[in-house]
C-alpha cells in the first residue's frame, strides 16, 4: 500500500511518487483516500482508479537499472507478490481486504514516469519489457491494508490478459482482433483496436 510523495518537477505536482503506508488504506470508486492524481486527462478515473505492479517485475528493474526501486516507484498504489499481474484476465475481479476490484487495462509509460526515474529512454525500454503492471476499477469500496491476500473471485472465460492488451496496443498487433473479446476493456482501447484494424483491412 503506497500513498502520493513526489514533488514532481517544474510543471507541477505528480502523483508518480507513492509511498508505503503502515495501516489500511480505504479504497474509493475514484481510487485510493488521499491519494494525488495531477494529470486527471490521463490518469485517474474509474476505469484507472488503482495501480498495481508485481515486486516481482520491479526486481527485474532493480538489476537492469542497477539500483534500488523503492515501493511506490513505479507509481503503484499496490504491489503484489505472487500475484502474475501481467497475466491477468481483463475483467477479473479481486477480493483485497474488504474491496472489490476488477481488472481494466495496463498502464502506459508516460514522459512523467521517465523523468521520474531520470531515465530518458525509460518509455522504449519499460515497452520492449512488456510488464506494465494493472489498472483495476473498483466494484465494492472497502479498505486495503498492507499484506492483505489477493483472492481471484471471477474471470471471464475469453482469456485476454494485461500482457495481451498491451502488446496488441505497442509491439503486436497482429493481436489486436483478441481485444474484441474482452468486454470488460475499457472502450476507448475498444474502440482504438477496431479504427487500427479497420485500416489494415
Not at 509511498?19 to 486527462?41: K, M, N, Q
Not at 481485444?179 to 474502440?191: G, N, T, V, W, Y
Request: with cysteine; proline share 8%; charged share 25%.
Amino acid at each position: 500500500m503506497t500513498e502520493a510523495g513526489w514533488a514532481g518537477d517544474a510543471s507541477g505536482r505528480s502523483g508518480i511518487d507513492k509511498r508505503p503506508v503502515d495501516g489500511p488504506v480505504s479504497v474509493l470508486t475514484g481510487g485510493l483516500a488521499g491519494d494525488f492524481i495531477g494529470e486527471r486527462a490521463h490518469h485517474g478515473g474509474p476505469d484507472q482508479a488503482v495501480y498495481v505492479y508485481a515486486e516481482e517485475d520491479a526486481a527485474w528493474w532493480v538489476a537492469e537499472l542497477g539500483r534500488a526501486i523503492p515501493p511506490g516507484g513505479f507509481g503503484e498504489n499496490l504491489t503484489t507478490y505472487a500475484v502474475d499481474v501481467t497475466g491477468a484476465v481483463i475483467g477479473e475481479q479481486w477480493q483485497v481486504g474488504s474491496a472489490l476490484l476488477q481488472v481494466t487495462k495496463p498502464r502506459t509509460p508516460c514522459t512523467t514516469f521517465a523523468g521520474f526515474w531520470g531515465v530518458p529512454d525509460l518509455i522504449k525500454r519499460f515497452t520492449a519489457r512488456a510488464l506494465p503492471g494493472a489498472y483495476l476499477r473498483v466494484l465494492r469500496e472497502g479498505e486495503v491494508g498492507p499484506g492483505d491476500p489477493i483472492e481471484v473471485v471471477d474471470r471471464p472465460p475469453h482469456g485476454v490478459t494485461i500482457g495481451e492488451v498491451f502488446r496488441a496496443t505497442s509491439l503486436e498487433p497482429e493481436l489486436l482482433p483478441r481485444l474484441l473479446d474482452a468486454e470488460d476493456l475499457p472502450e476507448p482501447i475498444r474502440e482504438k483496436a477496431r479504427r487500427r484494424l479497420a485500416s489494415r483491412s
